[in-house]
């Protein structure tokens, strides 16, 4: 960081005044930097040594300054690059424009025209596992994710062969959601729901499902599923005195068969939902609390 100017003046003064022969022959003795100024606006004369050391200490400052510019300069370029990263696999993968083909423009490839309405992929997030780059990625149906389709996917994956290092290993995932069973006890009171969950105030609403789905669509993609905090958005609805959570269990759409959630579930597609065959109107029961 550059010195004060009066500083770098002192302490040429300084190292001046060490000097026995100097300090004798350069006057005044001693000598600061607010004394030159002092000096300079009044009508007694300066030396001229004094005006040398002014000079030379206001390059000496002046070159601090540039040189502090040159290492901002470099510091925002580092923090602006981070090409083969895994927040630059995300971005550029929600910069994908679909029906587009990359241009190499000043020696890198990229759009010659931005069309965000191009722009199918909103949901993208980079892992490394397996020691391979895995981007899982998808489109918007509304506010659901959906997956791309067989044609969006090959555009997508030679998109990406064209953008990453020479040499990385890209896995790009896109596919339906990672199926959930969830099993639970809710203890009720009966002064505010029905037996079946529905509210007395309206039998249409179903508050702890609807907690239940709030919860899952809070999830950030490529998010994990929370025994806790999925017991805790239960235990937040009005009228649920308790929740005896039972087994639940998840998988991959295509997987053939179901793990237990045994704390954190970490989707393969990014996403997730409940299993069709699993409605939570099946799996969670009822117990009025008296």
Do not use: H
């Amino acid at each position: 960081m550059a010195r004060n100017l009066n500083d770098i003046y002192n302490e040429i003064i300084t190292e001046k005044e060490s000097l026995t022969k100097l300090r004798t022959q350069l006057t005044p003795f001693p000598d600061i930097f607010s004394n030159l100024l002092a000096d300079i606006s009044s009508s007694s004369k300066i030396a001229v040594w004094r005006l040398w050391v002014w000079l030379i200490a206001y390059g000496i400052w002046m070159f601090e300054k540039v040189q502090d510019m040159f290492k901002a300069e470099i510091e925002d370029l580092i923090s602006s690059t981070r090409f083969g990263t895994l927040p630059w696999y995300q971005e550029i993968a929600l910069l994908f424009q679909y029906g587009d083909a990359l241009a190499y423009i000043s020696y890198k490839f990229q759009y010659a025209v931005i069309d965000t309405s191009k722009q199918i992929i909103k949901r993208a997030a980079a892992v490394v596992s397996d020691g391979q780059i895995r981007i899982k990625v998808a489109k918007l149906s509304g506010t659901t994710p959906v997956k791309l389709t067989s044609g969006e996917l090959a555009a997508f994956n030679a998109y990406i062969t064209d953008l990453k290092p020479p040499g990385e290993t890209v896995l790009v995932i896109s596919t339906d959601p990672d199926l959930l069973k969830l099993y639970a006890e809710i203890i009720y009171d009966p002064q505010v729901l029905n037996s079946d969950g529905s509210s007395i105030l309206d039998i249409a609403v179903f508050p702890v499902e609807d907690a239940i789905s709030s919860y899952l669509a809070g999830i950030e993609w490529d998010g994990k599923f929370n025994m806790r905090k999925f017991q805790d958005a239960v235990q937040a609805v009005s009228g649920v005195v308790d929740i005896v959570p039972g087994t639940c269990y998840a998988k991959a759409n295509a997987a053939a068969s179901y793990t237990t959630i045994v704390s954190n579930y970490y989707s393969v597609a990014g996403y997730m939902t409940i299993a069709t065959g699993y409605p939570l109107s099946a799996t969670l029961t009822y117990t009025a609390s008296v």
